[in-house]
């Protein structure tokens, strides 16, 4: 692991994380034409791209609700006993965060409030490759049934004989998926954003994938909504000299066996404990069946801040932004709350990363590549959306009236006073003819005559009613 030396008081530069946030233009360019061929070609074109990257394409893309079901016996009872237990983990969390409508009733009457509604349907986007991830249908499809979507949708790719993951399809059996299509790729964000003959248009896609993914859901946002640009998995440990470097060194692991391009960061203020970290590496990395791609992740995206103290190292643990955050220090609750950018942070020895990913209950889908800055991770909020609600009586628009006919006057929108103006004359004179009122509807918050220079006064009482 590559280690950066910070004076004390020193900041951690963007430069010295080496992230690379943006995708390949070659990357967008592919992505931008497999998009724009399936929403001209349809199914066909999803079918095309299908044989091209994944070597088969079913002749119906749905998969039958039998199979799906029939997952739930294919499976080790094991692993499914810890699917339901992790389903109603990952649900309970979630409906603490559902948000009711509400309203609020001022002095004058008027009613103000958020009138809060699920999407109708969305999308969920499960990869397969390097392994497979039925954690990923629970963390997207449970806050979408709790958030009370009306259909979900689930696509993955199939393997090349044409088949799907027993796994993934028992977790989507176990989380209420509504329709399951073998599709993937650049070509499923397509489909699911336009729709096809088979595949349904959905309100938003959500759902880790792989760069062409990543450039799909970033092409068609706009058409739909989209959870975020999701990047490689990254963890940050935060440790002092009362860290296990065993447990240190295996948590880094976790994170890097994933991908190699996975990034792992051990931010310290002990000058030692990078050290016996790194025998600790050492001596575990040999027995990983994960091996190769766990070494590349750390000796290629791997690196050791060196922090003079413990202040100076939670300063640059903010400055990384993390995706997941470890706290391995003494009294590590302490410390939450100077931590202000982390997509999830795990507080003290026993708080391993990995019952996060599975059954903890809170959302694994985080924000990476520092965009922790900004943004928070997958949950209910995400799969509703809200109104306001705006409900005047005649004394509200009273109290009103004359701030917002001043603004709209210093805004040159001259409409937008006479809209309040007339009601405000109407609200002072309610046994007035609107015609008589029209006249002065402007007054206070508009000097200028209703007519402009040279045009004859507009005379509303002529016209009946305005």
Known sequence: MRTVTLAPGQQLTSEALHRSGALPRSVMDAAEDIVDAVREGGDEAVRSFCLKF????????????????????????????????????VEDFHKRQVRQSWFHTREDGTLLGQKFEPLAAVGVYVPSGRAQYPST????????????????????????????????????????????????????????????????????????????VAAAKRYVMGEVGIDMIAGPSEVCVLADGSADPAVVAADLMAQAEHDPMAACYLVTCDPELPGYVSAALDLLLPQ????????????????VVQCATLADAVAAVNAIAPEHLELHCDDALALLGAITCAGAIFVGPWSSEPLGDYVAGPNHTLPTGGTAVFSSPLGVDDFVKHSSVICYTPEGLLADAEATQTMAQAEGLWA????????????????????????????????????????????????GEA
């Open 54 to 89: 994944d070597g088969v394409a079913p002749a119906d893309f749905r998969v039958p609700q039998q199979v799906i079901d029939d997952a739930l016996t294919q499976v080790d009872p094991a692993f499914l006993a810890a699917v339901e237990q992790a389903h109603r983990q």
């Open 137 to 212: 249908v629970l963390m997207n499809v449970v806050p979408a049934k709790v958030a009370g979507v009306e259909k979900v949708v689930m696509v993955t790719p199939p393997q090349r004989d044409g088949s799907l993951s027993a796994y993934t399809l028992a977790a989507a059996a176990v989380a209420g998926v509504d329709e399951v299509y073998a599709v993937g790729g650049a070509q499923a964000v397509a489909a699911l954003a336009y729709g096809t003959e088979t595949i349904p248009k959905v309100q938003k896609i959500t759902g880790p994938g792989n760069a062409y």
């Open 288 to 303: 990983s069946p994960r091996e190769d791609i766990t070494r590349r992740s750390l000796d290629e995206q791997g690196l």
């Open 416 to 463: 937008h006073a006479l809209s309040v103006g007339l009601r405000r004359a109407k609200a002072e004179r309610p046994d007035d003819p609107i015609e008589v009122a029209c006249a002065d509807a402007t007054r206070t918050a508009w000097p200028a005559p209703l007519s402009e220079p040279g045009r004859p006064a507009l005379d509303f009482s002529a016209k």
